[in-house]
């Protein structure tokens, strides 16, 4: 197995997808608010980007975006920070999508649930959802509809935050 490249300031988080062919690549976020992809086939950085400087990466989920797999072209990752924050960008373009507040306090996990959730009632269409959970001591869900995802308010005239289908006090 070859090395992967580090991450300047060390990892807090990582996740995996498959890349092109059979290579898997790792996606690492770290408390310097960097976000670095790497081939484990190669070990080669594939990108690394200073996204988030003033604030500390804390957890990291990943969203398919329907390139499939060897197509990881619109995949989005969706990094947690210790502003309370969920920061979305683009991998493969380097494009930051936009971000917005999810708790009031650190975000420290994140996961995708696919096909909504599976809470029912608005929750329950094939749209995935993201759920947060923070040093706030919530669980938020997010639905990630294409059309309207959370991080879009940030990148528009928007006045109003997101709202989360569910938050759960644990």
């Known amino acids: 197995p070859s090395r992967v490249a580090s991450l300047p300031g060390g990892v807090a988080a990582l996740a995996a997808a498959r890349g092109l062919g059979s290579d898997v690549v790792v996606y690492a976020v ?3 608010g960097d976000l ?3 081939s484990v086939n190669s070990g080669a950085v594939l990108r690394r980007a200073a996204l988030f400087p003033a604030s500390p990466l804390t957890c990291l989920a990943l969203l ?9 072209a619109n995949l989005v990752a969706l990094a947690g920070g210790a502003d309370g924050r969920v920061h979305a960008y683009q991998p493969a373009s380097g494009a930051v999508l936009g971000s917005w507040a999810a708790h009031g306090d650190a975000v420290t996990a994140a996961v995708i649930l696919p096909g909504g959730g599976g809470g029912g009632g608005a929750s329950s269409s094939s749209t995935p959802c993201l759920a947060t959970a923070s040093w706030d001591g919530t669980v938020r869900v997010w639905a990630l509809d294409p059309s309207s995802p959370p991080w879009a308010a940030s990148a528009s005239s928007s006045p109003s935050p997101p709202t989360p289908l569910a938050t759960l006090a644990v």
């Open 30 to 32: 770290g408390p310097a």
């Open 64 to 72: 398919p975006g329907g390139g499939g797999p060897g197509r990881p």
């Open 36 to 38: 670095q992809s790497s």
